[in-house]
């Protein structure tokens, strides 16, 4: 057990590594992972059940304690990311089926990754992880309505089945894990290492499986997505963090905010996609999974280094 726990830790903080090196070897030898992209929603489920059995019930008090601060972060998320997204496809013409991929990805939910990198950079990990719960129960209503309103220009959607695929791939297994931890919850403590372990092991499957099954059209279309994707993302970071400071928030929930509307739930969006849409829709939720786990890396390392440079400040300040 002591093995497998440091093998989680290892694999999860080198998990941007193990994404980049699948999608290379998926990108250029397909087979080794095309079996994958027919379980992608299942993947997805393991991921989201996971996240559920590190909950519990009282965990949802937070967003009842600080409605001000989750309602701001939650309408960030859900309408710089959209809004990103659809001036991004705009402005660079994007085809149809990658445009709707990349709108996907802004009306997606932030992702469970968004927390980690929270706590990395110092940040309000409680505003963050109740950011990513509130996000992800509005997802099947608000994910499929934003989707239809700004992508409908662009592919058919069919806002019923989308609904209903986001309850069957995010918010059953969400429930089933909370009811399971609630249930179980002394003996899942003991195995609760491991479910990071589970969940990059899956994220990782998921991408791979979308680059080996869209391998001739991302070398075709790989630099323009992938400059598509470090935009969306970046400048949704930079968007979070000033609206935040706006509304005179302080350095940790900026953090938090920032980081979370940043970071989207690529894998939802990337399920979503191929159920909906077809493989190209799915190429920007797995360029975006393989970005933005690097970028929040690099995020929370200056946001961390930023607050210590603060706190070291202050002294002199006052002196």
């Given at each position: 057990?002591?093995?497998?726990?440091?093998?989680?830790?290892?694999?999860?903080?080198?998990?941007?590594?193990?994404?980049?090196?699948?999608?290379?070897?998926?990108?250029?030898?397909?087979?080794?992972?095309?079996?994958?992209?027919?379980?992608?929603?299942?993947?997805?489920?393991?991921?989201?059940?996971?996240?559920?059995?590190?909950?519990?019930?009282?965990?949802?008090?937070?967003?009842?304690?600080?409605?001000?601060?989750?309602?701001?972060?939650?309408?960030?998320?859900?309408?710089?990311?959209?809004?990103?997204?659809?001036?991004?496809?705009?402005?660079?013409?994007?085809?149809?089926?990658?445009?709707?991929?990349?709108?996907?990805?802004?009306?997606?939910?932030?992702?469970?990754?968004?927390?980690?990198?929270?706590?990395?950079?110092?940040?309000?990990?409680?505003?963050?992880?109740?950011?990513?719960?509130?996000?992800?129960?509005?997802?099947?209503?608000?994910?499929?309505?934003?989707?239809?309103?700004?992508?409908?220009?662009?592919?058919?959607?069919?806002?019923?089945?989308?609904?209903?695929?986001?309850?069957?791939?995010?918010?059953?297994?969400?429930?089933?894990?909370?009811?399971?931890?609630?249930?179980?919850?002394?003996?899942?403590?003991?195995?609760?290492?491991?479910?990071?372990?589970?969940s990059v092991v899956a994220i990782v499957l998921i991408v791979g499986g979308v680059v080996a099954?869209?391998?001739?059209?991302?070398?075709?279309?790989?630099?323009?997505?992938?400059?598509?994707?470090?935009?969306?993302?970046?400048?949704?970071?930079?968007?979070?963090?000033?609206?935040?400071?706006?509304?005179?928030?302080?350095?940790?929930?900026?953090?938090?905010?920032?980081?979370?509307?940043?970071?989207?739930?690529?894998?939802?969006?990337?399920?979503?996609?191929?159920?909906?849409?077809?493989?190209?829709?799915?190429?920007?939720?797995?360029?975006?999974?393989?970005?933005?786990?690097?970028?929040?890396?690099?995020?929370?390392?200056?946001?961390?280094?930023?607050?210590?440079?603060?706190?070291?400040?202050?002294?002199?300040?006052?002196?």
């Amino acid at each position: 057990m002591k093995f497998l726990g440091k093998l989680s830790d290892f694999i999860s903080k080198y998990m941007a590594a193990f994404v980049i090196i699948v999608a290379v070897i998926a990108l250029f030898q397909p087979w080794t992972f095309k079996w994958a992209a027919p379980n992608i929603a299942m993947l997805l489920g393991i991921v989201m059940f996971g996240m559920g059995t590190t909950l519990r019930l009282r965990d949802f008090r937070l967003v009842f304690q600080r409605p001000r601060d989750v309602f701001v972060g939650a309408l960030a998320q859900f309408t710089i990311m959209p809004g990103l997204a659809w001036l991004l496809a705009k402005g660079f013409n994007l085809p149809p089926e990658l445009a709707a991929g990349v709108i996907l990805v802004g009306t997606c939910p932030g992702g469970t990754s968004s927390n980690v990198m929270t706590y990395l950079a110092r940040g309000d990990v409680a505003l963050s992880v109740s950011m990513t719960m509130t996000t992800t129960i509005l997802a099947p209503v608000v994910t499929p309505l934003l989707t239809w309103w700004l992508a409908g220009a662009w592919v058919e959607i069919s806002l019923s089945a989308m609904m209903m695929s986001i309850v069957k791939v995010v918010i059953v297994p969400i429930v089933g894990g909370i009811i399971v931890n609630s249930l179980f919850g002394n003996f899942i403590q003991k195995y609760v290492k491991l479910l990071p372990l589970i969940s990059v092991v899956a994220i990782v499957l998921i991408v791979g499986g979308v680059v080996a099954v869209s391998s001739q059209r991302i070398m075709e279309t790989g630099a323009l997505i992938m400059l598509v994707v470090m935009l969306h993302n970046l400048l949704g970071y930079a968007l979070g963090f000033g609206i935040a400071k706006a509304l005179h928030m302080n350095m940790a929930k900026a953090k938090a905010i920032s980081i979370e509307v940043g970071m989207q739930n690529s894998g939802l969006a990337t399920s979503l996609a191929m159920m909906h849409f077809g493989a190209a829709a799915a190429i920007p939720g797995a360029i975006f999974s393989v970005w933005h786990n690097i970028s929040g890396s690099l995020a929370a390392n200056y946001l961390a280094s930023r607050m210590t440079k603060e706190q070291e400040k202050e002294p002199a300040t006052q002196e």
